[in-house]
């Protein structure tokens, strides 16, 4: 954890709880100032901005929740954490509800609170990550068509409204597509397009929590619901509670836990593991999956009414090779990034190349064009991208063995229609069956073009 230059004020009427608290936390690095009671600790607040505050609740002169409440706007910028031997769970929310940001009852053991520092400063940094991104959105606005994802394609521009339209709401949205096209970007782009683009963001990975530990982190845990909760636990829709919740790879949550997402969505409420009560969160779920969830519903592995619960606004991202089109543009977009990154002077990609990466089937689709350019900026000692420096299987036959896989015989008539219709098919494909731009891929006139189309009985 990057603690230099943090500034940590500590708030106790206990001088040996502070003489404590000092020499532990000036060994981690913090620059620490002392307050003897919450009315003092108002005077420094006002006087010096400070990244964290350790503030007990009871405290003669100003307690705690008072100091809370006077400090108001000074600590827009400030996590504070409090501290209590008397408290208890609704004390810790009203702590929270004044703008606290964790709770340690006291007695504690050292490394509590380092943890619970630890946990404040990696919040800081993901609230600052999300600072950023969105003021790079902002920035790349004049070069994207939708949050931080390009397509010029109708396909995609046809997803950009869509998304446009959608973040205005709370509805459920869940993003289908083949790994690699952007499904968390989207939902980047819903959340921060939305009225909730002020509150957290946070993005979990289904498939990449052991099973053991999904409804632990999904939904948090009271201290003592099991060995080794010693302390209380926020889950994670508490913890993008105003927010949006991103579950992507939702196809992997287990069967068992299903109907516990389920009353989620249904009650808007959630039971962390040891707790009497349910608490209620205001978060919008958006999910993603490269499964068929239909087929797995199906199968049994996916319960039907949590299809549906999600399915509200399905939002299906084309793979690459469907949107060729969009390729010189992602190439340019990727350039300039990696130009910055690298401190390249990359200008282009050449003809040959072009053409080669236009054909390549993208079976990684975005993410294996980015990378594919990253490689080649590196790799390369001249302003321009050539084919040697893109190394990929097209996807295509061999000339010999693409003829023989077309047609069999010697005839060329046969072979014209064979070639003119795969070809026709094929641009109508990329263009979206748009007929105008096919006819300008193939060069041929409109009134030819439908007259091959009906000829060839080609569907669109």
């Not at 340019?332 to 990034?337: Q, Y």
């Not at 590196?378 to 990929?392: K, N, R, V």
């Not at 010697?410 to 069956?433: D, F, P, R, V």
Request: hydrophobic share 40%; glycine share 6%; proline share 3%.
């Amino acid at each position: 954890m990057d603690i230099l230059n943090k500034d940590l004020l500590i708030i106790d009427d206990e001088e040996n709880m502070r003489h404590m608290l000092t020499a532990l936390l000036t060994k981690s690095g913090y620059r620490i100032d002392e307050a003897a009671d919450g009315s003092e600790g108002l005077e420094k607040v006002r006087q010096k901005q400070y990244d964290f505050i350790l503030c007990d609740l009871k405290m003669p002169n100003m307690d705690g929740m008072a100091f809370l409440r006077e400090a108001g706007t000074y600590l827009d910028a400030t996590t504070v954490i409090v501290m209590s031997a008397y408290g208890s769970i609704d004390t810790a929310i009203d702590a929270m509800k004044q703008g606290a940001y964790d709770y340690i009852s006291k007695p504690f053991k050292s490394d509590e609170v380092c943890l619970a520092l630890k946990k404040a400063e990696e919040r800081e940094k993901l609230k600052r990550e999300n600072f950023q991104l969105r003021e790079r959105l902002k920035s790349i606005e004049a070069h994207c068509n939708f949050a931080n994802m390009i397509g010029k394609s109708s396909a995609m521009q046809a997803i950009f409204r869509l998304s446009e339209k959608v973040a205005q709401y709370d509805t459920t949205v869940l993003v289908t597509g083949e790994s690699g096209t952007g499904k968390e970007l989207i939902a980047r782009g819903i959340h921060f397009k939305s009225d909730r683009s002020q509150e957290p963001f946070i993005a979990v990975n289904c498939g990449g929590i052991p099973e053991t530990l999904l409804e632990s982190e999904f939904f948090g845990y009271r201290k003592g619901a099991f060995t080794g909760a010693d302390r209380n636990k926020k889950g994670l829709f508490e913890e993008a509670d105003g927010g949006t919740l991103f579950l992507d790879e939702i196809g992997e949550l287990p069967r068992a836990l299903q109907v516990k997402f389920l009353r989620v969505l249904q009650e808007n409420e959630v039971r962390p593991i040891g707790a009497s009560k349910t608490r209620k969160v205001n978060v919008r779920i958006l999910a993603a999956t490269s499964k068929n969830l239909e087929a797995e519903v199906q199968e049994g592995r996916f319960r039907q009414d949590l299809f549906y619960r999600l399915n509200v606004m399905p939002l299906r991202l084309p793979p690459l090779r469907e949107r060729p089109e969009d390729i010189p543009l992602l190439c340019r977009h990727f350039i300039r990034r990696f130009n910055e990154n690298l401190k390249e002077n990359i200008e282009g990609i050449s003809p040959e190349a072009m053409s080669i990466l236009i054909r390549h089937k993208w079976p990684g689709n975005v993410r294996e064009l980015e990378n594919m350019i990253e490689r080649a900026v590196i790799l390369t000692d001249g302003a321009i991208l050539s084919a040697e420096h893109f190394s990929l299987e097209t996807g295509h036959l061999p000339e010999e063995d693409l003829f023989e896989s077309l047609f069999e015989g010697y005839s060329l008539k046969a072979a014209q229609k064979i070639l003119e219709k795969n070809l026709i098919t094929k641009a109508l494909s990329a263009t979206g069956g748009n007929r105008t731009k096919a006819t300008q891929l193939l060069e041929i006139s409109h009134p030819s073009l439908l007259t091959k189309i009906k000829a060839y009985d080609i569907s669109l």
